[in-house]
Every structure is written in structure tokens, then in C-alpha cells.
């Protein structure tokens, strides 16, 4: 049965300066790289978004590339009650391949939903996901308010998607 326990040990394995807790859930790494999408939201938002869409998904697949590689996923959610619509986005969630519990960040102050979870990259559906956090960025619906982490627990590598911004991070500077 999946656990938040799981996640923890190989963070303090192989990201051991990382932590959990921090508001935005921080993976540091000596190798990271920060991809700005450059979304203007006063500018045509149909063009602006499938570029953002083609870009994200295409660095999402060259790393994870394998079609069987387990992918985890973190999400941090600070609507403690959010809409299905993220979750969704998964097939076949259920208490054995799902786990969540509610935290506070370091500061004690922000309380939200980690939700943790390991699938394939046919059991996630990336382009909802990603296009719901690029309307983020314009105010369009559906929309996407939370942070997520992809992780390749094989090749070591964080892929982090928000805010119009891709940041990879991994101790290898050749991964990133």
C-alpha cells in the first residue's frame, strides 16, 4: 500500500536537503533550470497556449521517456476542498495506488492537501492537467490552483510545473 513513508525515505535518500514541509514543497538540488513560458495574459491566449502546452509536454516526455517508468506525483493543494478536476486527470486512483494527508507548511501558518501517487504515463492525462494550469495564467476554466511534482524515481529528476514556469531539478547536470 502506498505511503507517505515511501515518499519521505527516498527524499532523504536522494534528495536529502529537500523538504517536504516548505510551502511550495522544495527539492534542493545543485542541478536545477528554469523554463519560463513567457504566457502574457493580455495577449492572444489560444496561440500562447498551445505553444505552452506543445513545449510543457514535450520536455515532460524526454523525461520521462519510457512508456512503463514509474512516475510519482505530488501535488500540493491549498484549496483543502478542491474540485475533482486535478484528480480526475488520473485513471484508476484508489487507496492502494493513492495516498494524502493534510500539513502545514514550515511556517505553521499554511494549511493544505499533499496528495501522493505513482502511475504510468498512459494513466495520466497531461494535456488537461497541463492546459488547466496554463489558464491559471489567463483566468480561463478549467483551471488548476495547486503545485505539481513529477518525479522520475529512476533517473533521479524533478519535474515541476506552475505558474507558467517548468523547473527541472537533479543532482546529474546532465539530466537537467
Known amino acids: 500500500m ?3 513513508n515511501i ?3 527516498y527524499l532523504r535518500n536522494k534528495f536529502p536537503r529537500s523538504e517536504l514541509n516548505a510551502s511550495f514543497c522544495e527539492f534542493i538540488t545543485p542541478h536545477s533550470e528554469t523554463i519560463g513560458l513567457g504566457l502574457y495574459p493580455k495577449i492572444d491566449y489560444v ?3 498551445e505553444f ?3 513545449k510543457a509536454v ?3 516526455d524526454k523525461i520521462f521517456d519510457q512508456p512503463d517508468e514509474p512516475i510519482w506525483v505530488l501535488i500540493n493543494e491549498w484549496d483543502l476542498y478542491p474540485t475533482d478536476y486535478n484528480i480526475d486527470q488520473f ?3 484508489n487507496e ?5 494527508w493534510n500539513s502545514f507548511d514550515e511556517t505553521n501558518e499554511v494549511d493544505r492537501q499533499q496528495v501522493f501517487t505513482i502511475k504510468a504515463r498512459n494513466e495520466i492525462n497531461l494535456d488537461n492537467l497541463f492546459q488547466a494550469i496554463i489558464n491559471a495564467e489567463f483566468d480561463v476554466n478549467p483551471q488548476i490552483s495547486c503545485r505539481m511534482h513529477f518525479i522520475n524515481p529512476i533517473k533521479n529528476i524533478v519535474f515541476t510545473f506552475w505558474n507558467s514556469r517548468i523547473i527541472i531539478e537533479s543532482f546529474d547536470k546532465y539530466n537537467v
Not at 96 to 100: G, H, L, R
Request: charged share 30%.
Open 2 to 4: 502506498l505511503s507517505k
Open 47 to 49: 496561440k500562447q497556449s
Open 52 to 54: 505552452a502546452l506543445i
Open 7 to 9: 515518499l519521505e525515505d
Open 96 to 100: 492502494e495506488n493513492c495516498f494524502s
Open 91 to 93: 485513471k484508476n486512483l
Open 58 to 60: 514535450e520536455i515532460f
